[in-house]
C-alpha cells in the first residue's frame, strides 16, 4: 500500500492507457493493478494542465464510496506572449518562415503531430540550397512580415547542428541520453525539430531557442495536447502555428452514447456470427466506469480533432496570448522542397529495406518484444515481414507498394470476402438467416476474444465481412473477377447505394468512411474495391453523345493480388499438414508409453 500516489499529465496517462495500441496486449493486467493500488493508497493526487471530469470521474470510481474530491485550480495564465496564426490550406507559409528563420541565425524549436513532417523538414533542412535573392534579403534590414519579433542576427556558415526527435528513433541510445538531460543538451544544437515521441514530462526551462514553431495536421493529437507539446520550451518566445483547416481522413463521431452503442452492437453482431451467446459477447471483462471513459475520451478527441483549428486557436486566446494572423499565402517551392524530400525520404527507405539482410523468424519474434530497434534492425524485420507475407522476393516497388502493411491488410480483407461462407445462421429473435463468416474469419475473432480481456480492443473481423456481403459487395466482385464491366445505371450496383445511404452511421462505424447524402454508385463501388487490394479501371462505350462508362478491374493489380492469395493458400495447406504430422507424432508417442 501507498501513503500517496502522485499522478502528473493525468489526462495523457489515462488516453494512453485506455486507447494507445502498445498496452493493447496488457490492458486489462495494467487497469487491474492500477485500480488495487488507487484504491489502496491513502492519498491520490492527480495533476494536469488541462484536467477534464472524465480523468477525474475514471479514478473517482476506484475510491472508496462517497470520498469527496477536493479540486485546486490554478487560474495563472501568462500573458503578453505573441502567437502568429497561419490559416493557409497547407503548411508551406510556415515552413518558409522557418527557413527564414534559419537564413537569419535564429535558433528555433518546431514541434508537430507528423512523424512524416518531422522526417521531412530535417531532409528539406539538410540539403536545402539557399538561392542569392534569399541571402540579399536577409542580409541587411529583416522585412517586417517574418514576424519574428528578432534584430537579425550575422549569418552562419557553418552546417546546421540539427536534431530531430521521432517514433523512430526516440529510443535509441542517443536520444534517450538527449532527452534525459534535455536542458544542456539542446544548447549543442540550432534547430530542435519533436513529433508527439518526445511526450509527457518533458520541458526545456533554460533560454535557448528564440522561436517555437508548431505544425498540426489534425490527425492525432487534440488541442491540449498540441499546446503541451507548444510549451515543452517554457520561456516566452513568439510561438507560430499553422493547423490543418479540416481533419485529412475525415470527420469522426463526437457523441460518446453513440460511440459505445455502436461498439456494443458490432461486438454483438460478431458474437452471434462466431457463435457464442451475443449477450454475453457483447462486452468483455472492463467494468463500466473504464468502458465509459474509453467513449468519452474517444468523442472528446474526435470533436477537437474534427474542429482543431479554432479549438487550438480558442485556447491559445484563453491562455491570454496576442493572436495576430499572419501572412498565409502558399508558397509552391516550399512546397515543391517538402514534397521532394518526402520522395528522397521513401526511395531511401524502399532500397534499405531491399538491400537489408535477412533474418529468420526466431530473430524476427524476438526483436517484436524489444522495446526500441536500430534503423537496419527495423529495415531487416520490415524485409522478413515483406517475405512472410507475399511470398515473393522484396523489391523497391513492393515496399512501395505494401506501405508499411496496407495493402497486405487490404489483401487480406479480399481473402477473407472470397472465402466460402461456412454456412447459414438463424437469428432467434427475428428468425432472419445471415450467411456465417468463412472459418479464417471467425478464428481471427475468436483468438482475439481469448486473448484481448477488454472489447475495446476487440477489431470484430466477422462483423466487418457481414457488412460487405449486406451491401451486396461479393456478387458484384465475382462479376468483375469474371471479366465482366458494370456502369452506374448496373441494378446491383444502384441497390448496394441505395442500402449504403440508409445505413451511412453503420458504414462509418464498420467501414471507416463517410457515405455522402448525393452517393454516386461508382465512387462508391471505388471505394470497396480499394479498400480489398484492388482498383476500377473505365472506359467510354457507344455511340457520340450517347457514350456510358463502364469499369472493370485492372488486370495488373488483379494478377497480383492473385498470386498472393495462391501463395497465403498455399501456406495454409503446409501449415495444417505439419500441425497434422505434429499431431500424429503425439499419438505414436503416447501409444509408446502407454505399451512400455
Known amino acids: 500500500e501507498y501513503g500517496c500516489i502522485f499522478i502528473d499529465e493525468a489526462c495523457q496517462y489515462l488516453a494512453h492507457l485506455l486507447h494507445s495500441k502498445t498496452c493493447r496486449e496488457h490492458r486489462a493486467e495494467i487497469l487491474e493493478v492500477l485500480e488495487y493500488i488507487v484504491r489502496k493508497a491513502k492519498l491520490v493526487v492527480l495533476a494536469d494542465a488541462h484536467m477534464d471530469d472524465v480523468t477525474v470521474d475514471f479514478f473517482r470510481a476506484m475510491r472508496p464510496e462517497g470520498e469527496v474530491t477536493f479540486v485546486i485550480k490554478n487560474d495563472y495564465k501568462e500573458t503578453g506572449r505573441t502567437v502568429y496564426l497561419y490559416e493557409g490550406d497547407n503548411n508551406s507559409a510556415l515552413v518558409s518562415k522557418i527557413f527564414t528563420a534559419l537564413m537569419l541565425g535564429l535558433k528555433i524549436m518546431v514541434v508537430s503531430d507528423s512523424k512524416k513532417f518531422i522526417k521531412k523538414l530535417e531532409a528539406a533542412m539538410t540539403v536545402k540550397m539557399l538561392p542569392t535573392e534569399a541571402w540579399s534579403k536577409v542580409k541587411g534590414k529583416r522585412l517586417k512580415e517574418d514576424n519574428l519579433d528578432l534584430d537579425p542576427l550575422p549569418l552562419n556558415p557553418d552546417p546546421l547542428r540539427i536534431w530531430s526527435i521521432h517514433a523512430e528513433n526516440s529510443g535509441s541510445e542517443e536520444n534517450v541520453a538527449f532527452i534525459k538531460d534535455i536542458s544542456e543538451e539542446v544548447k549543442k544544437v540550432d534547430v530542435l525539430l519533436a513529433s508527439p515521441s518526445l511526450g509527457t514530462g518533458v520541458d526545456i526551462p533554460n533560454y535557448h531557442f528564440d522561436a517555437v514553431f508548431g505544425a498540426f495536421h489534425a490527425v492525432s493529437q487534440t488541442a491540449t495536447e498540441c499546446a503541451q507539446s507548444l510549451h515543452r520550451y517554457r520561456p516566452q518566445v513568439p510561438l507560430h502555428i499553422w493547423v490543418a483547416p479540416r481533419p485529412p481522413f475525415g470527420y469522426k463521431e463526437t457523441n460518446a452514447a453513440k460511440i459505445k452503442e455502436r461498439m456494443l452492437e458490432l461486438n454483438q453482431m460478431t458474437a452471434f456470427l462466431i457463435r457464442i451467446d451475443p449477450e454475453t459477447g457483447r462486452r468483455g471483462a472492463e467494468k463500466d466506469w473504464a468502458l465509459n471513459a474509453y467513449c468519452e475520451i474517444e468523442a472528446n478527441r474526435n470533436r477537437s480533432i474534427n474542429n482543431l483549428r479554432d479549438d487550438l486557436y480558442s485556447l491559445s486566446g484563453e491562455m491570454g496570448y496576442n493572436l495576430t494572423n499572419s501572412e498565409s499565402e502558399a508558397d509552391p517551392l516550399v512546397a515543391m522542397e517538402l514534397f521532394e524530400a518526402g520522395q528522397t525520404l521513401d526511395t531511401a527507405h ?53 506501405a508499411g502493411g496496407y495493402l497486405i491488410s487490404k489483401l487480406i480483407a479480399l481473402e477473407s470476402l472470397l472465402a466460402p461462407s461456412s454456412g447459414e445462421i438463424v437469428d ?127 488486370v495488373e493489380e488483379l494478377a497480383f493480388a492473385v498470386e498472393v492469395l495462391e501463395y497465403r493458400e498455399q501456406q495454409r495447406i503446409e501449415k495444417a499438414e505439419r500441425e497434422r504430422e505434429i499431431e500424429s507424432e503425439h499419438r505414436l508417442q503416447s501409444a509408446r508409453m502407454q505399451f512400455q
Open 428 to 554: 432467434p429473435a427475428t428468425r432472419k438467416e445471415y450467411p456465417a463468416p468463412p472459418q479464417i474469419v471467425a478464428e481471427r475473432d475468436i483468438r482475439e476474444r481469448d486473448n484481448l480481456p477488454l472489447c475495446m480492443d476487440w477489431h470484430n473481423y466477422s462483423g466487418k465481412w457481414l457488412a460487405r456481403h449486406i451491401l451486396g459487395l461479393p456478387k458484384i466482385l465475382a462479376r468483375l473477377l469474371a471479366g465482366e464491366e458494370i456502369c452506374a445505371t448496373d441494378p446491383s450496383v444502384m441497390q448496394m447505394t441505395l442500402t449504403a445511404v440508409a445505413t451511412r452511421a453503420h458504414i462509418k462505424a464498420i467501414l471507416g468512411f463517410t457515405i455522402p447524402e448525393n452517393c454516386k454508385p461508382m465512387w462508391l463501388l471505388g471505394i470497396l474495391i480499394g479498400q480489398l487490394g484492388l482498383r476500377m479501371i473505365g472506359q467510354k462505350k457507344g455511340k457520340r453523345g450517347q457514350q456510358v462508362r463502364y469499369y472493370s478491374l485492372s
Open 350 to 402: 524502399q532500397l534499405a529495406v531491399v538491400q537489408a539482410n535477412n533474418i529468420n523468424s526466431s530473430e524476427y519474434l524476438n526483436r517484436q518484444s524489444k522495446d526500441f530497434l536500430q534503423p537496419e534492425e527495423l529495415v531487416e524485420c520490415e524485409k522478413y515481414r515483406l517475405k512472410r507475407d507475399y511470398g515473393m522476393p522484396v523489391t523497391e516497388e513492393l515496399v512501395k507498394q505494401d
